[in-house]
Nanobody
Framework: QVQLVESGGGLVQAGGSLRLSCAAS???????MGWFRQPPGKERQFVGA????????YYADSVKGRFTISRDNAKNTVILQMNSLKPEDTAVYYC???????????????????WGQGTQVTVSS
């Protein structure tokens, strides 16, 4: 089992920045860590993901150039740095872990095995 705990959400004005963290514990061998978000009344959306081995990343077009994902292997932590935030970024943000190897970076919620509890990000205009 893997336990994931997100932190760092909150309220920020448009154009501001937030930094989300996802700490993994338990069975920490994961091939990829992803970030997803769920705006009010909408389905869960892919934000971006990172491979533990090599650190390659992949982002949704809507956040490319504004969001950055990094990892701290020693702390089993993944960071989502969000800059130039927009009101449409408002959502509950979730981190997720995939345990099985994949040649590509998975971007669908169904490809991830473990999920955190989510953290609210609200961007005011």
């Amino acid at each position: 089992q893997v336990q994931l705990v997100e932190s760092g959400g909150g309220l920020v004005q448009a154009g501001g920045s937030l930094r989300l963290s996802c700490a993994a514990s338990g069975r920490t061998f994961n091939t990829a860590m992803g970030w997803f978000r769920q705006p009010p009344g909408k389905e869960r959306q892919f934000v971006g993901a990172i491979k533990w081995s090599g650190g390659s990343t992949y982002y949704a077009d809507s956040v490319k150039g504004r969001f950055t994902i990094s990892r701290d292997n020693a702390k089993n932590t993944v960071i989502l740095q969000m800059n130039s935030l927009k009101p449409e970024d408002t959502a509950v943000y979730y981190c997720a872990a995939r345990s099985l190897w994949s040649a590509r970076i998975p971007s669908s919620p169904a490809e991830y095995d473990y999920w955190g509890q989510g953290t609210q990000v609200t961007v005011s205009s």
